[in-house]
């Protein structure tokens, strides 16, 4: 008898402070869910632009030209047919155009002394050895109706007094 009363009165108190496990019932459909459309409105922008070892902030700044939505800025007008934005951080900028239905046209992009992909770091070594890279500039163009998108860097290489401009595309081959 004293251990049902003191069964009892634990129960009591786990269940008035909550320390009883809750559980949840499960809600019971006909299987029917809302119909959703995704769609990516520049996915051929950032599949244009892929470049596996662009350094970060460059990255996410095209992350955030491609998702842009013009159709909800607050100086949208739809009797305009093209829109330039432009898109800045330390490391460079990007000045894009979309038409005006949201869809990106072109964009020019310049990023100055950012992080340069291992192929073109092999490739100045392989064809300049004993030169560093001094400064570097990166920029891309991309146009939505010729398909095309130029990558390239231009690179200042040092060796003591002397300098070099070279150009380089990011797969490591020289211009």
């Known amino acids: 008898m004293k251990k049902l009363i003191l069964g009892l009165f634990f129960i009591g108190i786990t269940t008035q402070f909550g320390l009883t496990t809750q559980t949840f019932s499960q809600v019971i459909s006909d299987g029917m869910l809302p119909e959703i459309e995704v769609y990516a409105l520049n996915y051929k922008y950032l599949n244009s632009i892929d470049n596996a070892e662009a350094p970060v902030p460059v990255k996410l700044l095209e992350r955030k030209v491609a998702n842009f939505d013009v159709t909800e800025a607050e100086f949208y007008r739809d009797d305009y047919d093209f829109y330039n934005v432009s898109f800045y951080i330390p490391e460079g900028k990007i000045v894009a155009a979309y038409d005006k239905k ?72 020289f211009l």
């Open 102 to 173: 949201g869809k990106l046209l072109r964009t020019i992009e310049k990023f100055k002394n950012i992080k340069v992909p291992k192929s073109v770091t092999k490739s100045v070594a392989k064809r300049f050895p004993g030169w560093i890279i001094y400064e570097d500039v990166y920029k891309v163009s991309y146009h939505k109706n010729s398909g095309v998108t130029k990558q390239e860097y231009k690179l200042t290489l040092e060796n003591g007094d002397k300098r070099l401009k070279v150009k380089i595309d990011p797969k490591g081959n």
